[in-house]
């Protein structure tokens, strides 16, 4: 009785020829009625039928029993054809109750059947349960049964395209939250990726978020980086795009990227997020066609994610900004010293931190300019990060870099070969020599704690001469409370004018005579004790304390000298020390001529005594101060010389008129080693036509040797004590005719 002719043509105009064949969707249909031959008529009547763009499937229930079970499991059921009565005269209308109160199906349309008029529901029910359509089954006819299919396949759609709507800008809204939470971009863009699969049903498969200009950006870059991928493509996090290794999605991207517009294909959705100058693309795979309804939602979800990206790109920026040294593109000290505060949590067995300090950068700089320096720091930099790439590295400091990371990686020996091999900055070769602290980590230690440790330790390599790295040991601690406590205590007696300056006659060896003085500067500690020199000059060059120091050094000298001179006993020369930190000054040499001048000295009644590590060290700069003092007549000798390294052929471009000899050398003369050190040097010093002193002369074999080989002078106990001003006149006025103090 269904049957009649009038159905047709609803069929050729509701099913769309072009339809892809992968838009295989169907509207489910659940038929409810106890009688079998309903099932069948309905089945025969709609078969091949496509309503609304999809193609129909039929699922039977026989009872309301059944029904609200196959409810219970069958997600998106469009339309219900319910009979009234069943296994009891309501069971149709207690399975509606069923469906919309206790499973809330509230977007299933329903269509009711009933055999007779009768059996009609109250008007309530079918207001209070939102049902579509109330039909005797006399009434549907074929025609009527599919227009009336029709109307609620519609609803349904809606509906759920409504509800579509709603749960899509929920997700955006409460997505938009988690956004702004993300701390890196990396983050974010994880979290987007998760959101838009969620929001357009998405396998969540190969997933990433490309940026123009990368991670560290250079502003003007036009590289696309992958920020971040999940999925099957995660492992191309952080490269550059063109090393993806799918070229069809680069492509996508590119093109998105360039047309700056969203690209919705069958495989994939890419949505360009730009928010003020930063560009991204969030690419997903699909496996569907959007519909409009889920395009219009990625469009206002790429909208949202623009600001949140814009934002969080901007945080990320600032933190990149507080947490990186601009020059070098590493970490900085800040950002170093958290790192190693995670270290010292994790504990990782065998991690050590190591502070690298390029010796005398300054002096580099200063020489050859800041440009030249900043290029040599980045070729330090680059080095670093190519040989130790699995350590954390930073630029710390001016001339510091810290690494922390696998005790074998940053092994002393292998950081010094590495360092070893010259430098490129600009066109010169710079060679420069490092101190290395260390530290272990052992677990527990605060990052300030391993920094402080680490920092002791390579305080301790730098003042120890010859030695490059030292590993923190307990007692360090202590020793630098002990130095800043000397320091200190130096600064303030040096002010408080307690220092004095000594003098060691200096004798020729061939007549006897009183040929120079060397002045050496004294500290008088408690009682008798008396500072060494040795120990405090070295910390005041530390503390920068030396340059006040020696200038205070020289012009006592030249006061000294000036009441030799006036006296009627002054020998040829005065013979100051000079450290690097003097050296540094760029008006050294002025200020020399100036303390000379004032004194009515001459240039050559001054001597400075520089050593050889010095020369080694900075060329440039030394150079250039020693051709000023030189070409003005002062007189240059090297001191503590064959301790050091310096090359022959270095030497020869050197502007000097004396060597040193070393006490250790002279002190081997008669302890059995030899005197081949000695000899050497001599005829060294013969060879570059320049003076010898042989210092710490204490014994007459050494005098009669060094006379042998054929050494200028000597300097030592045996012939005076460094002295006094006060006591300097006396003993040259009473040192008698040349040659008397000569055996
Ligand atoms: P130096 O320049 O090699 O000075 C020579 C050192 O040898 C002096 O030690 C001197 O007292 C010591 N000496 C001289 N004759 C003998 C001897 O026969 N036997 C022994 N065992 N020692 C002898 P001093 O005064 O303790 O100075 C140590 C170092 O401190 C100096 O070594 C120098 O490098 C530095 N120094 C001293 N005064 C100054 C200064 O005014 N400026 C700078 N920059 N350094 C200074
Ligand atoms: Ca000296
Ligand atoms: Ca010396």
Same mark, same amino acid.
């Given at each position: 009785m269904l049957l009649d002719d009038e159905i047709i043509d609803f069929v050729t105009d509701e099913a769309p020829p072009a339809e892809p064949p992968e838009n295989d969707e169907v509207w489910k249909l659940l038929i409810v009625d106890d009688d079998e031959e309903v099932h069948e008529a309905t089945l025969f009547a709609l078969q091949g039928i496509r309503l609304c763009g999809r193609r129909l499937q039929l699922i039977h229930a026989h009872s309301a029993a059944e029904a609200a079970a196959i409810m219970g499991h069958e997600a998106e059921i469009a339309v219900l054809l319910l009979d009234v009565v069943m296994e009891s005269p309501d069971a149709g209308l207690r399975l509606i109750k069923r469906i919309r109160q206790d499973l809330q199906r509230t977007e299933v349309r329903i269509v009711l059947r009933t055999g007779q008029p009768g059996q009609a529901p109250e008007l309530e029910v079918i207001r209070d349960y939102d049902i579509n359509d109330y039909k005797t089954k006399a009434e549907l006819t074929h025609t009527r049964l599919i227009t009336t299919l029709i109307a609620a396949i519609r609803s349904y759609e809606q509906l759920q395209a409504l509800n579509d709507n709603q749960r899509g800008l929920e997700i955006i809204v409460s997505g938009a939250a988690d956004l702004m939470q993300a701390a890196t971009l990396g983050a974010f863009a994880k979290q987007a990726l998760a959101q838009i699969t969620t929001l357009l049903r998405l396998p969540g498969d190969g997933l990433l978020c490309a940026e123009k200009g990368g991670p560290l950006a250079a502003a003007a870059s036009e590289e696309v980086y992958i920020v971040a991928a999940t999925g099957n493509l995660a492992t191309y996090s952080g490269r550059r795009l063109d090393q993806l290794g799918e070229p069809e999605i680069a492509a996508t991207l590119k093109e998105c990227i360039n047309r700056q517009r969203h690209s919705f294909g069958h495989h994939h959705i890419a949505l360009y997020l730009r928010e003020r100058n930063q560009e991204a693309i969030l690419f997903v795979r699909s496996n569907k066609v959007l519909t409009t309804v889920e395009r219009q939602l990625a469009e206002v979800f790429a909208a949202n994610v623009a600001t949140c990206f814009g934002n969080v790109r901007l945080v990320e920026r600032l933190n990149f900004i507080a947490y990186h040294d601009p020059l070098t593109g590493l970490a900085n000290r800040a950002r170093f010293l958290s790192d190693l505060g995670t270290a010292g949590v994790l504990a990782k067995?065998?991690?050590?931190?190591?502070?690298?300090? %390029?010796?005398?950068?300054?002096?580099?700089?200063?020489?050859?300019?800041?440009? %030249?320096?900043? +290029?040599?720091?980045? @070729?330090?930099?680059? #080095?670093?990060?190519?040989?130790? #790439?699995?350590?954390?590295?930073?630029?710390?400091?001016? &001339?510091?870099?810290?690494?922390?990371?696998?005790?074998?990686?940053? @092994?002393?020996?292998?950081?010094?070969?590495?360092?070893?091999?010259?430098?490129?900055?600009?066109?010169?070769?710079?060679?420069?020599?490092?101190?290395?602290?260390?530290?272990?980590?052992?677990?527990?230690?605060?990052?300030? $704690?391993?920094?402080?440790?680490a920092d002791m330790a390579l305080t301790q390599a730098r003042l120890s001469p010859n030695v490059r790295h030292i590993h923190f040991a307990p007692d360090m601690e202590a020793q630098t409370h002990w130095r800043l406590d000397v320091i200190r205590r130096l600064r303030h007696d040096f002010q408080a004018g307690q220092l004095e300056v000594w003098y060691q006659p200096q004798v020729s060896l061939a007549d006897g005579s009183l040929v120079g003085l060397e002045a050496l500067a004294r /500290?008088? *500690?408690?009682?008798?004790?008396?500072?060494?020199?040795?120990?405090?000059?070295?910390? @005041?060059?530390?503390?920068?304390?030396?340059?006040?120091?020696?200038? /205070?050094?020289?012009? #006592?000298?030249?006061?000294?000298?000036? =009441?030799?001179?006036?006296?009627?006993?002054?020998?040829?020369?005065?013979?100051?020390?000079?450290?690097?930190?003097?050296?540094?000054?760029? &008006?050294?040499?002025?200020?020399?001529? @100036?303390?000379?001048?004032?004194?009515?000295? !001459?240039?050559?009644?001054?001597?400075?005594?520089?050593?050889? =590590?010095?020369?080694? &060290?900075?060329?440039? %700069?030394?150079?250039?101060?020693?051709? $000023?003092? +030189?070409?003005?007549?002062?007189?240059?000798?090297?001191? &503590?010389?064959?301790? *050091?390294?310096? =090359?022959? =052929?270095? !030497? #020869?471009?050197?502007?000097?008129?004396? !060597?040193?000899?070393?006490?250790?050398? %002279?002190?081997?003369?008669?302890?059995?080693? *030899?005197?081949?050190f000695a000899q050497t040097i001599v005829e060294l010093a013969q060879k570059l036509g320049i003076e010898t002193v042989a210092e710490g002369v204490e014994t007459q074999a050494q005098v009669d040797r060094l006379r042998e080989l054929g050494c200028d002078t000597v300097q030592g106990f045996l012939y005076a004590y460094p002295m006094p001003a006060g006591e300097l006149a006396q003993w040259c006025a009473g040192r008698g005719v040349p040659g008397s103090m000569l055996n």
């Open positions: 067995p065998g991690q050590v931190v190591c502070l690298l300090d %390029v010796i005398h950068f300054t002096d580099i700089n200063n020489a050859l300019g800041q440009e %030249v320096g900043d +290029r040599l720091l980045i @070729a330090i930099a680059r #080095r670093l990060s190519y040989a130790c #790439r699995d350590c954390r590295l930073a630029h710390i400091g001016a &001339d510091r870099f810290g690494l922390l990371g696998d005790e074998a990686q940053l @092994a002393p020996e292998r950081m010094l070969a590495l360092m070893a091999e010259p430098f490129a900055a600009g066109e010169h070769q710079l060679q420069v020599d490092v101190n290395l602290g260390y530290c272990r980590i052992t677990g527990g230690e605060a990052g300030g $704690t391993l920094f402080k440790h /500290w008088p *500690g408690d009682g008798a004790f008396v500072h060494p020199p040795a120990v405090f000059i070295k910390l @005041a060059e530390d503390a920068g304390l030396i340059v006040d120091i020696g200038a /205070w050094v020289l012009e #006592r000298s030249c006061d000294t000298y000036r =009441s030799l001179l006036d006296a009627g006993h002054a020998p040829h020369h005065i013979a100051v020390n000079v450290s690097m930190p003097q050296f540094r000054q760029p &008006d050294f040499p002025a200020r020399v001529m @100036a303390t000379l001048a004032a004194h009515g000295m !001459l240039a050559t009644a001054l001597e400075l005594e520089i050593t050889e =590590s010095l020369l080694l &060290d900075e060329p440039a %700069v030394v150079l250039l101060n020693l051709e $000023t003092l +030189r070409q003005a007549g002062v007189l240059i000798s090297i001191d &503590d010389f064959g301790t *050091g390294y310096s =090359s022959l =052929s270095y !030497l #020869r471009q050197l502007p000097i008129d004396c !060597l040193k000899i070393d006490r250790s050398f %002279v002190v081997e003369i008669d302890n059995g080693k *030899g005197d081949l």
